[in-house]
Nanobody
Framework: VQLQASGGGLAQAGGSLRLSCVVS????????MGWYRQGPGKQRELVAD???????NYADSVKGRFTISRDNAKNTVYLQMNNLKPEDTADYYCNAKVLYIDYSDSFVALNAWGQGTQVTVSS
């Protein structure tokens, strides 16, 4: 199972970016998906997550500015980030709770992480 994140980059304060993360591999089911971030000198924190049914949860610091969504048919989660602030600068990581099928055709639950994608917001 692999999670491939994309969409990071440089934005000015007040600007927008959209992150995407695709889950690939022998997945039987993808449950909760989410985005975390880790700023310079900070611990990793939850930004937003979303259930397979579409219920979303946000960190207080991003409510009203960020929107998480997913396409279950494509095993993809998105994070639309609007009105970006310099304090949003961080490496962003996607996460997914996955049930996958291993080499012996057994079902295995996995808390999977993608590689970080860097978001830099200039003032």
């Amino acid at each position: 199972v692999q999670l491939q994140a994309s969409g990071g980059g440089l934005a000015q304060a007040g600007g927008s970016l959209r992150l995407s993360c695709v889950v690939s591999g022998r997945t039987s089911r993808v449950d909760d998906m989410g985005w975390y971030r880790q700023g310079p000198g900070k611990q990793r924190e939850l930004v937003a997550d979303i259930t397979s049914g579409g219920s979303a949860n946000y960190a207080d610091s991003v409510k009203g500015r960020f929107t998480i969504s997913r396409d279950n048919a494509k095993n993809t989660v998105y994070l639309q980030m609007n009105n970006l602030k310099p304090e949003d600068t961080a490496d962003y990581y996607c996460n997914a709770k996955v049930l996958y099928i291993d080499y012996s055709d057994s079902f295995v639950a996995l808390n999977a992480w993608g590689q970080g994608t860097q978001v830099t917001v200039s003032s």
